[in-house]
């Protein structure tokens, strides 16, 4: 049939009526989808009769799918479009430029440098001009005055420079980008069935007609309506908002749409609509699809990947919506996400201040030099021929301070995080990370616990089945098949081939003598190996039952854990294959197979011997244990109700159960020594029995022998942490976690519980950064929640995926600790850079200010200021940014959140260089004409030329800049500096480059660079002098930082007490209240409320007020009206099925705000002492649980509300017993 229905489209060439040829039109089509539910149906029962009828009209076979030609299939794309989103432009070259060009230092050199350019053509009469003053006067040569224009044209064309550069960089990240996106995008297949085979096609060439399969976990690439569906169960919130999951089927709602989750369940579709017809991809043209963000919105389905493109489109409600407040969490003090980025422009923005004023007093002080020395020391009335002259020195005073904030402001910073952090993406790819968001890279490197799961990280994944408990016999390895019953061999036969997925299958090895390739869900992989094993072919079976002639099939999912297909035999009998973890199955087993093929009764004693004989012996060997079961319904009890899964369920008769191993990857156990060595804690989260997970943990080294570790099982860590009302409470978390290292038989939800619990937790004194490791669609909560979520490359689902910020391609835990190992380098990189960086701008930033106040002139002029600019800022960072890491990295504890970018060692690195640096330049300055026997260049006119003088401290500064950047490259205070410097082919190429660009400008500048030729042994000079800056930082590194106490750390992240009351306010009108500010608002109720308790004089108060900037603005009225608004509207998203009354001291226990990892859970039943300096949060928490009823303490906070005026006079003795006692005497 299928090649009738083709031969048409072969011989009729594309004609003019394109929509001709298929039965129907793409508007058609695209209204279709438009409907849902029994409109649709009653739709397509009207236009295309059945859904049979639709596929033919799009003339495809539901069975043997389209016939894959490629006259057929680009007829299609014509017609119906293809897959695929048109991309948003890349920027232009050009663009870029005219960014970088909007700096404003730049903007003013600009215009300075115009207005002197302008100043220098200007002539005035020549006999005037000694009458202008000293500092005009005595320019010998004619020519020399005729060069002045040099200054400006050099100023301009550095400026030039500076910006192609920053141009330049800003490019090639983008194109970088592109190109990891499209990475992402050619990895993304779908399977779809051409010509009767089932093949793996990119999503961007399915095409209209196609008969795709889905199944769990994948994310739809497109529109389509169900042909076939097994408890199929759709995730649609991405476009309606609609949490609940949705059932799809034939009779009652087959249409399924692009972008939407399948949460449960197997099936097949027919395409409808692909690209920018499907649903949503009209949704993206609606919203403009190329008004977004960075990142192409290629292929849609990818787009949340980069930059939350698609966010516009999640309604709040849905898991997106929650990454959306996620983000926007993050973003409170600054539109950053990356806790680094936030630490840099701070540190930035303080460094340019500073420039700032160091620039406007040096112009100051030059101008009122100049004036005091011409006007009243020379005593020289004010000329109007001479007007022109003053104007010029007024605007070089200018450009000295321009130049002085040129040197000053780092603009450098941001620049080498981005070089170091794409850097290290492009890199991490090599080692099998594919980075989809930038930042984890970075928080990578903080990380302080991995939960990985088992299967596939730890484990190979690639699973046979070693034992089998079959016919009242205990095999230890796989039986021969002669001495099975064949009755039981024919059952489990039929059994395993018929209640496996159909996309699951065994294909021959790809090289002669290699392993049979696993293709599907690998656990039935092992199953339908271990038939073959048995000299059996299950496909012989497959193509005797196909897929369609499944009665009823209940997929595997987190609840059931068990997986049921039932068949309907001859007789009008029904019978339901089983299959499912042991422990699970073999209590609803209730008769099981014997020797001779019989049943006989299986009693709970039976059950509990064979527990400990067969099971427990398997798992303890890190055997995953499967129950294989089935039961019959008699043809004279009618068709039982397949809804009611208990009835169903139960009474099986078991027939085997097998031991399935799955081995450990050989390069684990040393990846996990490694993250213990670098203070990384390693957690087993897995779904298999607990047996098993603790043999597998052992083998990997997560648990050592002798350690006092706790191993759990979901069920027990449920009830450990949950207090009587079954609320989870933070406190009994962290009696648990800090010595958890297995949870075995966990749900989705446990393992979220588990890494929230872990980030609110405040015991340990640094916040712990959690990753998480995951594969299944159900990880997708817990892989949003935690700091950095991998997920798996080759047996992650999609929406794994696309919760995740790395995707490991080749899903090894090894891959991981290279992660960490780039995530710390990233951090070291650009501490480097900041050390290197610094030391120059004090350096350069005190020489023109000093300089400037005492010879009226900057020692540095403004085209050599640039130059250093250029080699400090953009090469420095591309030099110290691209520094390999080493294992080094991985023998110190993570740095932590808080820790500041500029520790005290690199303090004392940086004043030391300083130091060094300044007595250097400034002898010279001074006493240098004396020391090389030259003329002095102090004091000089105003078109002088260039002096020997200058050249030479010019010269050194560069040269000391340069040994400085090898210096720079150790933070630590590690004494060999040259360690590895030959590992990093750009750091050597920059620095020797600049060299010899600087031997050129120095001999060839000439009067642009205010440079003279100098001669060889002054040049030796100044290199031994910078070559001085190497043996002083053996000086510096000798000192022990510990006697250094007056050294302060910089750059610390920003912290939430600095955000104004005012930013608050404005908070306020934002769409959605984010968590951050909500847990400053619960802090400012539960402060309140403990002022009103505590009996304390009103100078505590004030002392505290003092020292927490933050409260001092309690007392306005409108901060205390925003939090009426707030208790007016509890509107708390709740992820967990918890009953759940949302007082306001409920809320912070599902709160996920990553903002704020200080306050306790407010449930805390008992109270904890709270820390000596309190923090308010801290403090204030604990004082939650003091009235019984949500409604009194409601009252509470309105009471509270009111007595503010009155302050501490009003309110109830505290007993001693009770948290605000406690809190009182730490007070």
């Not at 992650?796 to 995707?807: L, R």
């Not at 007595?919 to 002088?944: M, W």
Request: aromatic share 6%; glycine share 8%.
């Amino acid at each position: 049939m299928a090649n009738n229905s083709y031969s048409g489209v072969k011989n009729s060439m594309v004609e003019a009526n394109h929509d001709g040829e298929f039965g129907c039109t793409l508007k058609e089509l695209r209204s279709l989808m438009e409907l849902r539910g029994a409109e649709a149906l009653s739709k397509i029962g009207e236009s295309y009769g059945d859904i049979q009828g639709l596929c033919n009209r799009l003339k495809s076979s539901p069975v043997d799918g389209l016939s894959g030609q490629p006259t057929d299939i680009e007829k299609r794309k014509t017609v119906f479009g293809q897959n695929f989103i048109p991309p948003k432009k890349p920027k232009t070259f050009l663009q870029l430029v005219w960014e970088a060009l909007q700096d404003v230092t730049l903007i003013i050199l600009e215009v300075a440098a115009i207005v002197s350019l302008g100043l220098s053509f200007y002539k005035p009469p020549d006999a005037k001009r000694e009458n202008c003053g000293r500092a005009a006067g005595g320019v010998e040569d004619e020519n020399e005055a005729e060069a002045g224009w040099i200054e400006g044209a050099a100023i301009l064309l550095s400026v030039i420079c500076v910006v192609l550069v920053t141009a330049f960089n800003d490019w090639s990240k983008e194109k970088q980008f592109r190109g990891l996106q499209s990475r992402i995008e050619q990895e993304q297949k779908f399977t779809v069935v051409r010509g009767g085979q089932v093949i793996q096609i990119p999503v961007a060439e399915i095409v209209v007609g196609d008969i795709a399969q889905i199944k769990y976990g994948d994310l739809l690439p497109a529109d389509g309506v169900l042909i076939q569906g097994n408890d199929l169960k759709i995730d649609e919130s991405s476009l309606t908002g609609e949490s609940d999951h949705v059932k799809k089927t034939q009779e009652k709602d087959p249409m399924l749409l692009s972008g939407t989750h399948v949460m449960e369940g197997s099936g097949k579709m027919v395409v409808t609509a692909v690209g920018v017809n499907s649903q949503t991809g009209i949704i993206f043209t609606l919203l403009g699809g190329d008004k977004k963000q960075d990142g192409s919105v290629e292929n849609r389905k990818k787009a949340k990947a980069q930059d939350g493109a698609a966010m516009e489109m999640q309604p709040l409600n849905s898991d997106e919506g929650a990454d959306a407040e996620e983000k926007k969490k993050a973003n409170l003090p600054k539109k950053e996400k990356s806790v680094l980025q936030g630490k840099l422009t701070k540190l930035a923005v303080q460094i340019g201040k500073a420039g700032l004023v160091m620039s406007a007093i040096t112009v100051i002080i030059l101008v009122v030099l100049f004036v005091v020395d011409t006007f009243w020391i020379q005593n020289l009335p004010w000329d109007k021929d001479c007007t022109p002259i003053y104007i010029q020195f007024f605007v070089k005073f200018f450009i000295i301070g321009v130049t002085v904030l040129v040197v000053a402001v780092p603009e450098g910073l941001p620049l080498a995080v981005t070089i170091s952090l794409a850097y290290s993406v492009k890199k991490m790819m090599k080692d099998n990370n594919l980075v989809r968001h930038l930042d984890a890279c970075e928080t990578m490197g903080n990380a302080t616990a991995i939960c990985s799961d088992k299967t596939g990280t730890l484990t190979m994944n690639r699973m046979t089945v070693v034992q089998a408990y079959l016919a009242e016999k205990h095999y230890k390895k796989v039986p021969e098949p002669e001495s099975i019953p064949p009755s039981i061999l024919d059952i489990l036969i039929l059994g395993i081939a018929v209640n496996c997925a159909y996309t699951t299958k065994i294909m021959p090895p790809e090289k002669e003598g290699g392993l049979p390739r696993q293709v599907g869900n690998k656990t039935e992989c092992a199953l339908l190996g271990f038939s073959s094993d048995l000299k059996r072919d299950y496909q012989a079976i497959r193509n005797e039952i196909p897929e369609e002639k499944l009665y009823k099939v209940y997929t595997f999912n987190s609840v059931r854990k068990s997986m049921s297909t039932v068949l309907k035999m001859a007789d009008g009998s029904y019978r339901m294959f089983s299959k499912g973890a042991s422990e699970i199955l073999l209590k609803k087993c209730y008769k099981i197979l014997t020797a001779n093929g019989e049943s006989k009764v299986f009693r709970p004693r039976d059950r509990d011997d064979m527990v400990k004989k067969v099971i427990e012996p398997m798992a303890s060997e890190g055997l995953r244990t499967i129950c294989l079961a089935y039961r019959d319904f008699p043809a004279s009890e009618g068709e039982p109700d397949w809804d009611n899964e208990n009835d169903i369920l139960t009474g099986l008769t078991c027939i085997c159960v097998v031991g399935i191993e799955d081995p450990v990857r050989p390069e684990v156990p040393d990846a996990i020594r490694k993250c213990q060595r670098a203070g990384i804690t390693v957690r087993m989260v897995t779904g298999d029995n607990i047996n098993t997970a603790r043999a597998i943990a052992t083998k990997c080294g997560i648990l050592q022998p002798g350690d006092d570790f706790l191993c759990l099982e979901g069920k027990e860590f449920n009830r450990r942490i949950r207090n009587e009302k079954g609320e989870i409470e933070q406190e009994r978390i962290d009696k648990i976690w800090p010595k958890l290292r297995v949870l075995a038989r966990s749900s989705p939800t446990d393992k979220h519980t588990l890494v929230k619990g872990i980030i609110d937790s405040t015991v340990a004194e640094q916040r712990q950064v959690v990753a998480v490791t995951g594969d299944g669609t159900n990880d997708g909560p817990a892989l949003k929640k935690a700091d950095v979520g991998f997920a798996m490359g080759i047996a992650g689902t999609d929406v794994a995926k696309e919760a995740s910020d790395i995707i490991l391609t080749d899903d090894n835990f090894s891959s991981i600790v290279k992660a960490v190992m780039w995530g710390r380098n990233v951090y070291d990189s650009i501490s480097k850079f900041l050390q290197f960086q610094l030391t120059v701008n004090v350096v350069a930033v005190i020489v023109a200010f000093t300089g400037a106040c005492i010879t009226q002139d900057s020692p540095l002029k403004a085209v050599q200021m640039l130059w250093v600019n250029l080699i400090m800022d953009t090469f420095a960072s591309l030099a110290l940014a691209t520094e390999p890491p080493t294992e080094a990295l991985l023998l110190r504890k993570p740095y932590g959140r808080n820790k500041p970018l500029i520790s005290r060692t690199m303090m004392k690195n940086i004043l030391g260089q300083g130091v060094y640096q300044l007595v250097i330049i400034f002898s010279l300055l001074f006493a240098g004409e004396k020391v090389f026997d030259i003329d002095s260049g102090r004091n000089a006119p105003l078109h002088a030329p260039p002096s020997e003088h200058y050249t030479i401290v010019f010269n050194t500064f560069v040269m000391m800049q340069l040994f400085n950047e090898i210096n720079a490259r150790k933070i630590h205070g590690e004494r060999n500096v040259f360690d590895g410097i030959f590992n990093n082919l750009i750091f050597c190429s920059i620095v020797f480059g600049t060299f010899i660009v600087q031997i050129v400008i120095v001999q060839f500048g000439g009067k642009p660079f205010s440079c003279v030729a100098l001669s060889i042994d002054q040049w030796l000079w100044c290199t031994f002098l910078g070559f001085g800056s190497l043996l002083w930082g053996q000086v510096i590194s000798s000192i022990p930082t510990s006697r250094l106490k007056f050294l302060k750390t910089a750059g610390h992240g920003t912290q939430k007490e600095e955000i104004p009351d005012e930013e608050l306010e404005e908070l306020e009108d934002m769409d959605e209240i984010d968590h951050a500010e909500r847990e400053l608002r619960r802090g400012q109720i539960l402060w309140f409320r403990g002022l009103n308790r505590i009996q304390t004089q009103i100078r505590v108060v004030n002392a505290f007020r003092s020292s927490i900037s933050l409260y001092e603005g309690l007392e306005k009225p409108e901060s205390r009206t925003s939090i009426h608004n707030f208790m007016t509207h509890p509107e708390f998203r709740i992820e967990d099925s918890e009953p759940h009354i949302p007082l306001i001291d409920d809320t912070d226990a599902e709160d996920d705000a990553p903002t704020k990892r200080n306050s306790a859970s407010p449930r805390n039943a008992t109270p904890t002492p709270p820390s000596p300096t309190p923090s308010p949060v801290t403090t204030a928490a604990p004082t939650t649980p003091v009235s019984p009823s949500p409604n009194q303490n409601n009252n509470a906070v309105e009471s509270s509300n009111h007595l503010l005026p009155e302050g501490p006079k009003s309110g109830t003795p505290s007993a001693p017993g009770s948290p605000l006692h406690s809190l009182e005497t730490s007070l």
